[in-house]
């Protein structure tokens, strides 16, 4: 306390109440190649319905890095989702420009919020050929909205489609619904000849010849999606400008997302053309911003040409919108080639600070012996906080039938590409599971369920007990296995730091050991036992962070003392070790130490040890003899 001049009572606190905080360990990362979403960022997925909603439902292409999440997500609740940059992926847009790539939000804000000029009015939210299914159609005016033409044309009979000749071509455009005078059928406009003149409707005219003079009314073909024609909007007209208002549409216009061709699947009415527009709430009602920040499917990029005015402040602004319908069928979008090791290195280096994001579990979903060992050396090996889940290749397991070992040898060769560490573990092969989006069975990488296994184990029990077994290691969704190991087989994995996976006949497909790929014999080539420490360096790093700027004295070492040790009894008391010490004193803590403004504390851990091996022997006895003449005799 501050030193007193006169005599007084001052209080003060002194909070010696922390403890080492708990940490996730449930929480996986992944990169892979999906037909929608953001690229190169990271996003949170919490279950598959979500990873459909971002990343869209797999296809014939992209399936094993869809369900290698989608694995996982059915054991966990927590992945960190990342979208390779593969070449060639493209954003559909209404140029069909296809060299147009907007990563995701930040990259549109920082590079294209101001237009691209080569993609015209709309681009797709993001990459992928699906954005090709895609259609918009902007109602920019009451006149474009409905109105009666009248002029030199004439309606005919015919069995084509093609009913009259007009003279309207700057009015009249595919989509618009016509209706041939009073009481008479409505007919949707399916194309517009080159030469403006020549009309053909969605079916065959058989009525009466329509002469020139009858009134002929079109509509916007969306215009049953709206409250009303646009026009001038509240906020306009308290500021002297007039006729902002517009309408845009959204449209399925292949089918791709809805399974129904031409299903409208945004609508966005009543917008403005007015760049400081305004709702009610206070919230922006100017269409680029409603789009951009709204939209599940769309980027603005440029003004139609008829929207005179528009990005305009309100303000005494007469805006334009011309006197038909802007419609746009994007195209150009493509999902590029597959995605080489290079580019999933990239994309996987997005966890590799452990600062920006907390994983505990890497899955290396189908990746090469390249991108593995980069996961390892330049990720898990650099966090010291995860542990990567690698398969092998699928050439190695699936239909690999040269000769009688080959699934074994090939496997083998696959983990000797791979370095020594406690920070990876190795599965045996592919699972053969139904693929209910396409009615379909594909075969899929294990890791993402051999990740999930070490989730589920966490949520259950703790992350030091074994994932491996009958009790924890359940294999979901399993309808075979590529390579089912027998014992032999299992025998010459487990001695290489492979960990089968095997289908046991009325009890499943088990998670049947439990190494890292550590190659030299240590506590650490056990799962359970680097996971322990992972929690317990990890917390404790957490927990220590209030000690830095402290004196290095009897008093803080001793705080840190009585903050470490109750976590480590609670974690022993949870069966994780077996015993403990923390050393926190002048013994370690020396006069050079404090003076190089050092602080050590050195913790001593018995870890608990998993069972591998189990011998059962049986002894008969002879009926005269005791029990407790025999009893440790045997060898």
Known sequence: MAFQISPGVNTSEIDLTAIVPAVQTTAGGFAGQFRWGPVEQRVLISNESQLVGQFQKPNGTYFKDFFTAANFLAYSDTLHTVRINNTGLNNANALANNSVLIKGEDDYDNNYSTGIAAAGDFAAKYAGALGNSLKSSICPSNTAFESTLSGTYTAVNGNNGVVFSANQAAVISAGDLLQLGPDKDIFKVSSVAASGLSVVLTKAYTGNTVNAGTALNRRWEFYDLVTYAPGTSPWATTRGGTNDQMHVVVIDEDGEWTNIKGQVIEVFDNVSKASDAKNEDGSTNYYVERINRTSQYLWWTGHTSGLTNAGSAAASTAFGGGVKPATASLAG???????????????????????????????????????????????????????????????????????????????????????????????????????????????????????GTMARTDQVRDPWYSPAGLTRGRIKNVVNLAFNPNKTERDQLYKNGVNPVTTFPGEGTILFGDKTLLAHPSAFDRINVRRLFIVLEKAIAIAARQSLFEFNDEFTRAQFVNLVEPFLRDVQGRRGITDFRVVCDDTNNTSEIIDRNEFVGDIYVKPARSINFIQLNFVAVRTGVEFEEVVGSFG
């Open 333 to 451: 979008g493509s999902d590029g080639s597959a995605g080489t090791a290079g580019q999933y290195q990239t994309a996987y280096d997005l966890f590799k600070s452990s600062e920006a994001v907390d994983i505990s579990l890497l899955l290396a979903g189908s990746s090469t012996s390249a991108t593995a060992v980069h996961l390892i050396n330049n990720i898990a090996e650099f966090r010291k906080d995860c542990v990567v889940c690698i398969s092998p290749e699928q050439a190695d397991v699936v239909n690999n039938t040269s000769y009688v070992s080959a699934q074994t040898d090939d496997i083998i060769e696959f983990r000797n590409t791979l370095p020594s560490t406690s920070y990876a573990v190795l599965d045996s092969g592919y699972k053969y599971q139904y693929d209910k989006y396409n009615d379909q069975y594909r075969y899929v990488p294990l890791n993402g369920d051999t990740a």
